[in-house]
């Protein structure tokens, strides 16, 4: 019997359109939806929105155990790469902080303004090597299409683009899908529309070809919960963002 593979969701789109929000209600309703199974959140997104979203206090990140491996070869340490590269592999899941529902990790900032590559091609190990030990994966990209672009989002089920009424957010995810259809596997690709200020704007949304999975309106409880850096698990069912992420489940059949 061939063994399911994990499902692996990717959050991307523009900064300021409750992408974070997103992430964190989905990680929930999937706790909530399966307690047997592994589920994983990622923070890829360097602001490291994500934890606080989650209720997560965050002691290490992937790159601090990047730092600390390249600190040990700068050292004189005769270890060889290859063992580096094992060890860092392995300290990996030191990253890791589990909770009852689910299981969360970051990945850090990069070690300069403006400097991702590295950081990047760590983070296409990561998810990698990670994802193989969870059958749901979560991860909250960074704002806009850098790490699509750079592939770091290689391999992933499910590619959710987040996007409010402005013509750039649109814009950013038809760029995404763009870049998405070259670079990126995926089996499933949708649109969350968020944060609209009613829902007549709907019709003057233009997404191009790519399904939308759910239409969210502004959410003034969901604003009060991100400007006090609370819990999503905390937020009420009826919760919009809850209802509408709930909405995007079903129609992908999850």
């Known amino acids: 019997m061939e063994e399911k593979k994990s499902v692996i969701f990717a959050v991307a789109g523009k900064g300021g359109v409750g992408k974070t929000s997103i992430a964190a209600t989905l990680v929930r309703l999937l706790a909530e939806e399966y307690p047997d199974k592994r589920i994983l959140a990622i923070d890829a997104d360097p602001a490291v929105g994500l934890s606080t979203a989650l209720g997560i206090e965050v002691e290490t990140t992937v790159d601090d155990i990047r730092k600390a491996v390249v600190a040990t070869a700068e050292s004189g340490d005769t270890k060889n790469a290859v063992e580096l590269l094992g060890e860092a592999r392995y300290r990996i899941f030191d990253a890791l902080v589990e909770t009852d529902g689910f299981s969360f990790i970051a990945i850090g900032r990069p070690e300069a303004a403006g400097c991702y590559c590295r950081i990047n091609s760590y983070l296409k190990e990561v998810i990698s090597i990670l994802s193989e030990n969870f059958d749901y994966v979560v991860i909250?990209?960074?704002?806009?299409?850098?790490?699509?672009?750079?592939?770091?989002m290689e391999k992933v089920t499910h590619l959710l683009l987040i996007t409010d009424s402005s013509k750039k957010g649109t814009q950013v995810i038809k760029t995404i899908r763009q870049v998405a259809d070259e670079l990126?596997?995926?089996?499933?690709?949708?649109?969350?529309?968020?944060?609209?200020?009613?829902?007549?704007?709907?019709?003057?949304?233009?997404?191009?070809?790519?399904?939308?999975?759910?239409?969210?309106p502004s959410d003034a409880s969901l604003a009060e919960f991100d400007l006090k850096g609370e819990n999503v698990f905390y937020l009420p069912e009826d919760a919009e963002i809850v209802q509408g992420v709930k909405e995007a489940l079903g129609k992908l059949e999850l």
């Open 140 to 152: 909250d990209g960074e704002a806009g299409i850098e790490q699509i672009n750079r592939r770091v």
């Open 184 to 216: 990126v596997m995926y089996d499933q690709m949708g649109v969350i529309a968020n944060r609209l200020p009613s829902m007549k704007v709907k019709e003057f949304m233009d997404t191009g070809d790519i399904p939308v999975l759910a239409y969210i």
